[in-house]
Each structure stands twice: as structure tokens, then as C-alpha cells.
């Protein structure tokens, strides 16, 4: 069972940062993230998603399975790349994960210039995610995480973060 996160920053570029963060721990196998977006309301009050490309786990998965079967018609190379080319166009084109009106709806209460990290977290190391996110400050728009754990992540944003 996946969990939803979605953390209030300042302004657009403190949530790219956050996001950038989350990417590096997802190679490090830290995080493992079933969607990610940023959403903005700008200061006009118009509010705007933008995706997180995660095809790139689709591409190895592809590649995997491709090069799986390419041994079985011994040609693995051929089968790698098909399966990787097949892999990211599937990832790019399906969207699962958190419902964009639902998105919007939690940009509507962002104020004017303010963005939302808003996750999907299938795995997490909290500790070592934490450590690493908490800097940024922000505060939780909303989650599904238990009342305890909602409430332990805010005060470790708010006191290891540089404003929130």
C-alpha cells in the first residue's frame, strides 16, 4: 500500500530543489515513489501541475524483461531495446498515481506563488528521507500517513527547516 505525502513550500524553486532531493534518493534506493508532481498556483491564482517523469523506471523494467527475452531468441540486445523503448512509452503515457483534480484541489489552498511536493511513496527509509528533506522547511498539506506520523513529519519540518 502506497502512502500520500503532499508538503507546502514558499515558492516554486525550493520545491524543485525538494524534488531533485527525492530523485537522488531514489537512485540510491532510499525512496521508491509511484508518482511525484509539483503543483503551483501563481500569483494570478491559476494553479498548474507539473509531472515527474518516472518513465525512466518503466525503460529498465522494459529493458529487463526485453533483454530476458531477447536470450530466449538469442538476439538480447535487440530484445533489451525494444523492451526499454517499449517500457518508457508506456510509463510516459499511463497515468497512475495521484488524481490531477485532486492535485489542483490542493493547489486551490497553496497561496498566491506558493508549490506542493505532492508523493506517492510505495517505499520509504523515513529516517534517511527525512534527514535529507527537512532543511527545505515546508509544511504537510496532506497526507494519509497516521495522525502520530503526519504530526511527526510537520514538527521535523518545522524544526530542522530553514523557514516552513
Known sequence: MSDLIAV???DLSTAQDVMQKLAELRKEHT???EDAAIVTRAIDGKVKLHQANLAGAGALGGALWGGLIGL???APLLGAAIGAAAGAVTGHFTDI?????FMKELG????PGGAAVILLVRKITPDKVL????????????TSLSTEAEGQLNEA??????GG
Open 157 to 162: 519540518l518545522r524544526s530542522r527547516g530553514a
Open 72 to 74: 530466449i531468441f538469442l
Open 108 to 111: 486551490n489552498h497553496l497561496p
Open 8 to 10: 507546502a513550500y514558499p
Open 131 to 142: 534527514a535529507e528533506v527537512a532543511p527545505f522547511g515546508g509544511y504537510v498539506l496532506k
Open 31 to 33: 525512496l521508491e515513489l
Open 97 to 101: 498515481g495521484v488524481d490531477d483534480n
